[in-house]
């Protein structure tokens, strides 16, 4: 589908996505991060600590100020965002558990959604 997406199936293999989300990166990703959580909850922490170095080392291949890539969008509203969305996390786990497998580049883009979704929220944004 995309090389990130490779990337991320090879650190934690075993996702099959639905037929709708063939061939669709964004839907494809809700799946891989509810996968994700699931491998978590199953101590699969090696697994989940190598998907979250594919996204840091995606994120770094941005230059700091410019537009994100396809890839590195991706990354961030495919993943990260779908990662803090509570409604796709399953009893036992809730987003903040994520928060200690990110990287610095991770980080800053967890915390400028979160900047995002309270300012959505307060009715601080047009």
Request: aromatic share 8%; charged share 25%.
């Amino acid at each position: 589908m995309t090389p990130l997406i490779d990337r991320l199936d090879g650190a934690c293999s075993g996702y099959v996505p639905s037929e709708i989300s063939e061939g669709l990166a964004y839907s494809w990703m809700s799946g891989f991060v509810r996968h994700v959580i699931q491998a978590r909850l199953d101590g699969r922490e090696a697994e989940v600590r190598a998907v979250f170095a594919v996204i840091e080392r995606q994120l770094e291949t941005d230059r700091p100020g410019q537009k994100l890539s396809d890839e590195s969008n991706l990354a961030v509203v495919g993943f990260i965002e779908d990662m803090q969305n509570g409604n796709l996390h399953l009893p036992g786990s809730r987003p903040s558990d994520f928060r200690a497998y990110l990287g610095p580049k991770s980080l800053g883009r967890w915390e400028a959604l979160n900047g995002f979704w309270q300012a959505v929220e307060h009715g601080k944004t047009q």
